[in-house]
């Protein structure tokens, strides 16, 4: 039977279980570098989570930058304990589609991230991107340590007026700091490097950061 799709995220008290421990396992290494993506971020590296629609092609526009160590699909920013990929469709866990990416910001600062972030979705549309609707698909930037806040804030700023000067409207993205984040089904990881024909429905605002 068709359910029309959830565009609010429901409460802790309204959201699925979930359970203690995940019911799939997850690859340990990058299907494209090799690199871990599972397990302990290694040592003097960080890390930032992004919403930007299906988190697939979001995947992909980050895993070749240089400074990247390894991407990863998964879901957050929610209040389910290890859910299913057919739990975070349903709308019942309140976590988003995200890509976690972890980093040496030696040589990738933050801040560059962030301009790839903005650029290659549209902030500015609540809960769905583009065909994709749902509160799954909504834009947001996840932080691990409250001293980025300002910085992913000054980011928003920054795109938002560069929005406005393009005639376009208000940025919907949710920054927050220390979400729960849980690796999404294997199938899911480097999709786009396993299927390159697959779907992909990530399209920005044509509006350059800078």
Same mark, same amino acid.
């Given at each position: 039977?068709? %359910? #029309?799709?959830?565009?609010?995220?429901?409460?802790?008290?309204?959201?699925? #279980?979930? $359970?203690?421990?995940?019911?799939?396992?997850? #690859?340990?290494?990058?299907?494209?570098?090799?690199?871990?993506?599972?397990?302990? $971020?290694?040592?003097?590296?960080?890390?930032?989570?992004?919403?930007?629609?299906?988190?697939?092609?979001?995947?992909?526009?980050?895993?070749?930058?240089?400074?990247?160590?390894?991407?990863?699909?998964?879901?957050?920013?929610?209040?389910?304990?290890?859910?299913?990929?057919?739990?975070?469709?349903?709308?019942?866990?309140?976590?988003?589609?995200?890509?976690?990416?972890?980093?040496?910001?030696?040589?990738?600062?933050?801040?560059?991230?962030?301009?790839?972030?903005?650029?290659?979705?549209? #902030?500015?549309?609540?809960? $769905?991107?583009?065909?994709?609707?749902?509160?799954?698909?909504?834009?947001?930037?996840?932080?691990?340590?409250?001293?980025?806040?300002? %910085?992913?804030?000054?980011? $928003?700023?920054?795109?938002?007026?560069?929005?406005?000067?393009?005639?376009?409207?208000?940025?919907?993205?949710?920054?927050?700091?220390?979400?729960?984040?849980?690796?999404?089904?294997?199938?899911?990881?480097?999709?786009?490097?396993?299927?390159?024909?697959?779907?992909?429905?990530?399209?920005?605002?044509?509006?350059?950061?800078?």
């Amino acid at each position: 039977m068709w %359910r #029309p799709k959830l565009m609010s995220i429901p409460t802790a008290d309204q959201a699925l #279980p979930g $359970r203690a421990e995940p019911l799939y396992q997850v #690859p340990q290494r990058h299907h494209v570098n090799g690199n871990l993506i599972a397990g302990e $971020r290694p040592a003097g590296l960080s890390e930032v989570l992004f919403g930007m629609g299906c988190f697939w092609g979001a995947e992909r526009k980050f895993w070749s930058l240089p400074g990247v160590y390894s991407t990863a699909v998964g879901y957050g920013a929610g209040h389910t304990q290890h859910p299913t990929y057919e739990e975070v469709c349903s709308g019942m866990t309140g976590h988003n589609e995200l890509v976690r990416v972890w980093f040496d910001e030696q040589q990738l600062p933050l801040e560059q991230l962030l301009a790839v972030f903005w650029e290659s979705h549209d #902030p500015t549309q609540g809960m $769905r991107q583009g065909n994709d609707i749902g509160t799954q698909y909504r834009s947001g930037i996840y932080l691990s340590q409250a001293a980025d806040l300002a %910085r992913a804030e000054a980011s $928003r700023e920054h795109y938002q007026q560069r929005l406005y000067a393009f005639g376009m409207g208000d940025i919907t993205s949710e920054i927050l700091i220390d979400v729960p984040f849980y690796l999404a089904e294997g199938y899911h990881q480097q999709y786009l490097a396993k299927n390159p024909n697959g779907y992909c429905g990530l399209g920005g605002c044509n509006v350059s950061f800078d």
